[in-house]
């Protein structure tokens, strides 16, 4: 039966970090919020990540010139891209976006509207982890980016470029200096880049847990129900169909990560959202230690001493939303982090797969969805869902709640796809 009015002030549909941040901080603005999501709290791509929480993020994944270095990616089994052949015909059109994403015009916008989204965010969660007991899920760290070629080290480029102009706190250091930061590295690498003063996750899924249980000690439910349909508000508030009935809300926030443009198609409303999926590798008797998030710059994966164990994530593979994982792709973590770090124990790995929600252009999707009244987008945040939770809870909640005009969300408009 639906109710005869709202008794919710804002549904949120999705229980990954961006649906539980933005919960919580409509919660602690006083709104009465129900979270809908038939899957336990971060369990899906907010569960396996690598941890990076970079209140710096600003280089967006396509970038000039960077079509030259895919094939090669492509042909490498070790690369840190894959596409599924018989997938690329339904991916060429992202992929045209995304190369086109990446013209030089393009590139300071999407930095800055980046930058917004992730600036403050180790602050944040730890402000919002405070007096749950859970403090230390949340580390400072650096991150590291290591080379084995000196010459590949190099400030000069584009993405280091776009960040000095943003003033993000970065040093180039030769060997010495990294084997005094990390000691466990192996002597092949030669040189280093940090981006200082980030936080890393030492269980990303219990930071998602520890802010979901603050927000229901504020006031907010969690049904665990899949939502079939939502409705804009025609004058009665919006309706969300479910696994357990029917609901009224005044809102709806949707956040439900790659599965967010399932609910939208009703509607005709097509956006190029993809599913980017990554690969993780936990060992959980490593050895050794790590003392921050270590990106491999070449072979671009993650390395981060967690609360499992050594958590080694990374790929970007393109099959669909539910083709079967290859974990093939997770188990060649194995030998590269132990090119990595030569002393770390790889037997018994354990591996994961979830789906990065990845547009072309690296931004998200937030607010106004042109047709549906009162429906709001929070969906699409690709590598950097983690780092960007507490921006984007606060950017929506101040849209909600009428504290900001719908121009701080220009750049994440839907309407750029349209
Ligand atoms: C290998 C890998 C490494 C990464 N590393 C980092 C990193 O270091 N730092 C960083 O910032 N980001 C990282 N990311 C990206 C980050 O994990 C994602 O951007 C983020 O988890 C997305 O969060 P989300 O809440 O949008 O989606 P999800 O966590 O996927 O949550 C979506 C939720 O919606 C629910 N849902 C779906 N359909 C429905 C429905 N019909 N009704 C109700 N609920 C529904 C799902 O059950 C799910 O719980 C990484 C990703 C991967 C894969």
Not at 251 to 271: N, P
Request: a positive charge.
């Amino acid at each position: 039966m639906i109710q005869p009015k709202p008794t919710i002030d804002v549904a949120v549909v999705g229980a990954g970090i961006i649906g539980v941040c933005t919960a919580l901080e409509l919660a602690e603005r006083g709104l009465k919020v129900t979270i809908f999501d038939p899957a336990p709290v971060c369990s899906k791509t907010s569960y396996g990540n690598a941890g990076v929480i970079s209140p710096w993020t600003c280089v967006p994944q396509s970038m000039p010139g960077l079509w030259k270095q895919v094939p090669g990616w492509l042909i490498d089994p070790d690369g840190p891209v894959s596409i599924r052949p018989s997938y690329m015909p339904k991916l060429l059109p992202w992929v045209l976006r995304f190369l086109a994403a990446g013209r030089s015009q393009r590139i300071d916008p999407v930095a800055n509207a980046m930058f917004r989204l992730s600036k403050g965010s180790v602050a944040a969660y730890k402000k919002r982890l405070d007096g749950t007991g859970k403090e230390n899920l949340v580390r400072d760290s650096m991150y590291v980016h290591v080379y084995r070629s000196s010459k590949s080290a190099s400030l000069d480029h584009l993405g280091w470029q776009l960040r000095q102009a943003r003033q993000v706190p970065i040093e180039l250091i030769d060997k010495a200096a990294l084997k005094e930061i990390e000691p466990e590295i192996a002597d092949q690498y030669q040189a280093a880049i940090l981006i200082k003063q980030q936080g890393r996750a030492s269980d990303p899924a219990g930071i998602g847990i520890a802010l979901a249980e603050k927000a229901l000690a504020k006031g907010a439910c969690h049904l665990q129900t899949k939502v079939q349909e939502i409705n804009p508000d025609q004058g009665e508030g919006c309706q969300l169909v479910t696994d357990q009935g029917d609901y009224r809300a005044e809102k709806i926030v949707l956040a439900a990560g790659v599965w967010s443009c399932q609910l939208l198609k009703r509607f005709g409303i097509k956006l190029p959202l993809e599913a980017e999926r990554g690969y993780h590798l936990v060992l959980r008797n490593p050895g050794i230690t790590i003392n921050n998030s270590v990106m491999d710059a070449e072979q671009k994966y993650v390395a981060s001493l967690m609360k499992a164990g050594v958590r080694v994530a990374g790929t970007a593979e393109f099959a669909g939303i539910d083709a079967a994982p290859n974990y093939v792709r997770a188990h060649r973590f194995a030998q590269q982090a132990k090119k990595l770090f030569p002393r770390l124990n790889i037997t018994n790995p354990e591996e994961w797969m979830g789906s990065r929600p990845s547009f072309p252009d690296s931004l998200p999707c937030l607010g106004e969805i042109p047709g549906l009244k009162n429906i709001v987008a929070a969906f699409g945040h690709s590598h950097y869902g983690l780092g960007m939770g507490p921006g984007t809870s606060e950017v929506i909640a101040d849209y909600i709640t009428r504290a900001a005009n719908c121009e701080t969300l220009l750049p994440y408009s839907i309407e750029r796809f349209q």
